[in-house]
C-alpha cells in the first residue's frame, strides 16, 4: 500500500532532502505532491526519475493526501500545521513551532520512538532540533546503562543550518576575501568566512543570556530523554557548507568507562563509532555529508569527575537532523500502522 505525500517547503534545502531521501529508503508512496508559497508555483523539484511541479500552499486541499512533511518555517508551520491536522492529514514538522507543546510529541525514533503513540490529539508530530537529534541518539544508550546527571556541550554548527541565504553567503565572502574582500554580513552578525561566531539564533528575553538554540536543546533533552538531566549549551556556527558537530561532556550517576561506552555505543541503533587514537581517527562534517548515521569519536574518560565522559559527535543536519529523522518518523508510523487509523 502506497501512502499520498505532500512536502510543503519544497524548494528549500530540507525540502529537497525530503524528496532524495523518501526515494533513497523506498518509502511507500503513492502519490507524491511539492508544496510551497505563491511565487515558486511551477518551480520544478525531483523525486526519483520523477520531475514535480510546486502547487500553491494555498490553493491544495489537504484533505487528499496521509502525510505532511512540512519544512517552510515556524509562520509557514504556525499557520497551517493545525488546519492540516484537522483535515485528516498527519504533519510532521521540522520547526520549532510545536516542540514544546504538550499534545504534540517530540520524537527521534532510536530514542523515544513509544511516545509517537499520542499524535492524535492535533495530528501533528514534531521533529527536533538538528543539534538535539546528533546529540541524543548518541547519549540514550549511554543513559539507559549509567543515568546522566549532567551534560555540557558545545556546537559546532554548519550555515546551512540557517538556510540556503547563509550557505549563499559564506560562498560570497569566501571568494570576496580573495578578490576585493568578503562582502558585508547579511544574514548573520559577523562576518562568517574565516571565522566563527559564538550565536544561534537570537537572545532570548530573559537574564539567562542564553540564545534561542541555546534553549532548544535543554528543552528538548528535557522532553524526549529526561527532565532531571542538567543541560549547558554553548552553540557557534562555524564556516561549514553542511555538517554539525558537537563536543560533548558527559556526567554520570554509576561508573562507566570508555571502553564500556564504545561498545555500548557501537551497538546502538543509528550510531557509527570512529575512534581511532591516532591522527585522522575521527569523524568530521565534511566525512559525514551525505550520511544517515550520527558519528561519535574521541571517546574519553573525563577524570576531573566521579563518573564523565567526554565525546565528539557528528551528523549531517540537512539528513539526521532534519529530514532523515521526519521520513523516520514516516517510517515508524508506517510499521506500527498507524497512518490512516482513527483512535477509538
Given at each position: ?65 496521509d ?114 574582500g568578503?562582502p ?14 559564538p ?18 536543546m ?56 570512529i ?35 567526554s ?21 515508524l508510523?508506517?510499521e ?9
Amino acid at each position: 500500500m502506497g501512502y499520498r505525500v505532500a512536502v510543503v517547503g519544497a524548494t528549500g534545502n530540507v525540502g529537497r532532502e525530503l524528496f532524495n531521501i523518501l526515494e533513497e529508503v523506498n518509502f511507500p508512496v503513492d502519490k507524491i505532491h511539492a508544496i510551497a508559497s505563491r511565487k515558486s508555483i511551477g518551480v520544478e523539484v525531483s523525486f526519483g526519475e520523477k520531475i514535480l511541479k510546486c502547487e500553491d500552499i494555498e490553493q491544495f486541499d489537504f484533505s487528499t493526501v496521509d502525510i505532511v512533511l512540512m519544512s517552510a518555517g515556524g509562520t509557514v508551520s504556525k499557520a497551517w500545521s493545525e488546519k492540516i491536522g484537522k483535515a485528516g492529514a498527519i504533519v510532521i514538522d521540522n520547526s520549532s513551532t510545536w516542540r514544546m507543546d504538550p499534545d504534540v510529541p517530540l520524537i527521534i525514533p532510536e530514542v523515544n520512538p513509544d511516545a509517537i503513540e499520542g499524535f492524535r490529539k492535533k495530528n501533528i508530530i514534531a521533529n527536533p532540533n538538528c543539534t538535539t537529534m546528533g546529540l541524543l541518539v548518541a547519549l540514550k544508550p549511554l543513559h539507559d546503562v549509567a543515568r546522566i546527571k549532567r551534560v555540557v556541550v558545545s556546537t559546532y554548527q554548519s550555515v546551512s543550518g540557517t538556510g540556503k541565504a547563509a550557505m549563499d553567503e559564506l560562498w560570497d565572502q569566501t571568494k570576496g576575501v580573495f578578490v576585493l574582500g568578503a562582502p558585508p554580513p547579511k544574514v548573520y552578525h559577523k562576518q562568517i568566512a574565516f571565522n566563527v561566531i559564538p550565536q544561534c539564533d537570537v537572545f532570548l528575553d530573559d537574564d539567562s543570556g542564553d540564545t534561542k538554540e541555546e534553549r532548544k536543546m535543554a528543552d528538548e533533552t528535557h522532553k524526549i530523554l529526561d527532565p532531571n538531566i542538567r543541560v549547558s549549551t554553548t552553540s557557534v556556527r562555524v564556516p561549514v557548507f553542511v555538517g554539525h558537530g558537537e563536543s560533548v561532556n558527559i556526567e554520570f550517576e554509576s561508573a562507566i568507562d570508555d571502553d564500556e561506552a564504545r561498545e555500548i555505543l557501537r551497538e546502538a541503533p543509528g550510531v557509527v563509532v570512529i575512534d581511532k587514537r591516532e591522527d585522522g581517527g575521527y569523524a568530521t562534517p565534511k566525512d559525514v555529508q551525505g550520511e544517515f548515521p550520527v558519528f561519535v569519536s574521541r571517546i574519553r574518560v573525563d577524570k576531573t569527575l566521579e563518573h564523565g565522559l567526554s565525546l565528539w559527535v557528528v551528523s549531517d543536519n540537512l539528513r539526521k537532523g532534519a529530514a532523515l529523522n521526519a521520513v523516520q518518523i514516516a517510517q515508524l508510523l508506517h510499521e506500527r500502522g498507524l497512518i490512516g487509523k482513527v483512535s477509538a
